[in-house]
């Protein structure tokens, strides 16, 4: 059974860094496409960066050139660099794994993290 743990988030003032891992056990990661969600309070959740299985990389509008995602198949671990954070990346953050498909809709991704919460403040 696949697993997912995200780990790395925290409080951070406008402007600061956080690195987000998760980390898939239960099967190789090079097998799957991984996603990067985000949930804000009385919000839909929403996508933040994609990593294809192709190891096409795709990004929201919203944290470009802000975010950078990763992986090291190697250490079954995919990453989310997150830069110059702003108050509205405040969000519980999730990561997916979809066996085939890779795009921007939820639907696509089989397994779920359980979160890891993000809160910038000013």
């Known amino acids: 059974q696949v697993q997912l743990v995200e780990s790395g988030g925290g409080s951070v003032q406008v402007g600061g860094s956080l690195r987000l891992s998760c980390a898939l056990s239960?099967?190789?990661?090079?097998?799957?496409?991984i996603g990067w969600f985000r949930q804000a309070p009385g919000k839909e959740r929403e996508a933040v960066s994609l990593?294809?299985?192709?190891?096409?990389?795709e990004y929201a509008d919203s944290v470009k050139g802000r975010f950078t995602a990763s992986r090291d198949n190697r250490q079954n671990r995919a990453y989310l660099q997150m830069s110059r954070l702003e108050i509205e990346d405040t969000a519980t953050y999730y990561c997916?794994?979809?066996?085939?498909?890779?795009?921007?809709?939820?639907?696509?991704?089989?397994?779920w993290g359980h979160g890891t919460q993000v809160t910038v403040s000013s």
């Open positions: 239960g099967d190789t990661l090079s097998d799957y496409s």
């Open positions: 990593l294809c299985e192709s190891y096409d990389i």
């Open positions: 997916a794994a979809s066996p085939s498909l890779c795009g921007f809709k939820s639907s696509f991704y089989r397994f």
